[in-house]
């Protein structure tokens, strides 16, 4: 259809505008930002997205200043709606204003009220001098801390990263960062400034920095990869807390088998230690699960996975390190992967073989028994599926947060025959109370038939046949996912976690 003239002229301008916006801060900064092999804010969200699915709102907020430093809007990703927000660095280094900050709580308000996950693409140094501050001016991280439990939330850092623009990152479900990305609360000219420290951003916030400390969960090389990998963690999640996650179409991976495999890769043994991730690959579907935070609190790992095409969660100690004690930093990751599942009702599967939570000076120091009790805290409160397996040992405490304890609401408890438990191991009882040999060795067999006698109690539903573990875990899975016959509602929280 021709337009009319009388609308011609009101077209033209608003395709002027438009042209300014989308020309970001402007050819010879876009060029500069691409040299460093990096995306633009607008090829993010292109990468991100489902093709010609992106919806923007606020284009004409700031005026002269394109989108006032931040693309805000929504679209589709694996054909479900998110919203999206991208800082632009080519635009006065994505640095926030006082009309950016509302498009900001914007973002989050509609992704609470429309019940989709919220993606937050980060390279901005924080508040302007000059715009508008905290005060009254309605700040985006009180809505980001309301989407908290109710819809996923993923932040991605993709280049610095700094004060107010930096806080998004840690109040986010998922955290992933590229090798050119950095956070911090301050960047290298504040910390001159204030303290007299000379220091890089890769030094101060970078990826060594961030993914040791546990403020960053995932890193991938190149914007890329990062995006990809967002895209791949959103799709074992529902949209919301107010819906399941959904199943995916059947094929013959996802069909019961047995997993004979299982008895090369675990030794009866105690003192032979194996790779965890390779349990996961025989018991789940596909081979195609991801791992969160695989760089921090190595002794467990956290992983999202499908069995028999359903999205679960993975809790899995590592005895290839620390013999797979648990340490503070293990504790901690594991809490807050356990809450995450829980929050939007993925079933999780608890995969122990431990010889306890990591004793020592240096342990303690670091508050190993405050961190698993909040990962206690954090498995006892869960409300969604729980399914354990002690495949060979699990001692104290460390049972205990593996979900290893009597009335707590598993949907069921396995284990190995010879599977070994107690308050400790039989060497280190054997030590501890300076035992002679005879009684030593009646110590060892005492833990060797633990396993009987505690089904003999039903400390477990079944002791299994290694072999039989996914089919087992499959049908305790699918029996349980009975019970989903009302609607989801986001999980009320009544503990203070430690």
């Not at 715009?131 to 980001?144: E, F, K, N, V, W």
Request: contains cysteine; hydrophobic residues 40%.
């Amino acid at each position: 259809m021709t337009n009319t003239p009388d609308w011609q002229e009101t077209l033209d301008d608003l395709e002027r505008r438009r042209e300014h916006t989308l020309a970001m801060g402007g050819p010879d900064r876009v060029a500069k930002h691409r040299a460093k092999g990096k995306l633009d804010v607008r090829a993010r969200i292109d990468r991100l997205l489902d093709p010609d699915t992106f919806r923007e709102f606020g284009t004409f907020a700031g005026g002269e200043i394109a989108a006032d430093g931040i693309v805000t809007g929504s679209g589709l990703i694996n054909g479900s709606p998110v919203m999206v927000g991208a800082e632009d660095f080519t635009t006065l280094a994505g640095s926030i204003g006082s009309t950016g900050n509302a498009k900001r709580y914007r973002l989050a308000e509609l992704a609470v009220r429309d019940k989709i996950p919220l993606v937050m693409l980060l390279e901005g140094a924080g508040f302007r001098p000059t715009g508008a501050h905290y005060g009254r001016t309605p700040t985006d991280l009180i809505a980001q801390a309301q989407c908290s439990g109710r819809v996923p939330t993923v932040a991605a850092v993709l280049g610095p990263s700094a004060g107010h623009g930096a806080l998004v990152a840690p109040v986010s479900d998922f955290r992933i960062m590229s090798s050119q990305g950095a956070i911090f609360t301050a960047g290298p000219p504040v910390v001159r400034e204030s303290t007299g420290e000379e220091i890089t951003k890769e030094d101060l916030g970078g990826p060594s920095v961030a993914l040791h400390s546990g403020v960053i969960h995932n890193h991938a090389d190149t914007d890329e990869a990062v995006i990809d990998d967002i895209r791949r963690y959103l799709s074992y999640f529902p949209s919301s807390a107010w819906s399941y996650p959904e199943p995916l179409p059947f094929d013959e991976d996802a069909a019961p088998r047995p997993t004979p495999e299982l008895l090369e890769i675990i030794s009866r043994d105690n003192r032979r230690v194996y790779n965890m991730r390779s349990v996961l690959d025989v018991v789940f579907d596909n081979n195609d699960w991801f791992e969160v935070q695989p760089q921090f609190g190595k002794a467990i790992v956290c992983a999202l996975a499908h069995l028999g095409g359903h999205p679960v969660a993975v809790v899995a100690n590592q005895p290839n390190v620390l013999a797979g004690s648990i340490d503070a930093d293990a504790a901690d990751k594991a809490a807050h992967f356990i809450m995450v599942a829980d929050s939007f009702h993925l079933p999780i599967v608890f995969l122990a073989d431990n010889p306890g939570m990591l004793p020592g000076s240096r342990s303690e120091k670091t508050g190993v028994l405050r961190a698993g009790a909040r990962m206690f805290a954090a498995q006892t409160a869960a409300t969604t599926l729980k399914l354990h397996v002690t495949l060979r040992k699990a001692y104290g405490f460390g049972s205990m947060v593996m979900s290893l304890l009597g009335f707590d609401g598993q949907e069921a408890t396995f284990a190995f025959p010879g599977a070994t438990m107690g308050a400790m191991s039989a060497a280190a009882l054997s030590r501890a109370s300076h035992a002679e040999s005879d009684l030593s060795a009646l110590l060892r067999e005492a833990e060797l038939t633990a396993s009987y006698r505690s089904a003999d109690h039903l400390g477990f539903d079944e002791l299994i046949d290694p072999r039989e573990t996914r089919d087992q875990l499959l049908a305790a899975l699918q029996r349980g996912l009975r019970s989903r016959q009302a609607a989801a509602e986001p999980v009320r929280r009544t503990v203070i976690l430690p």
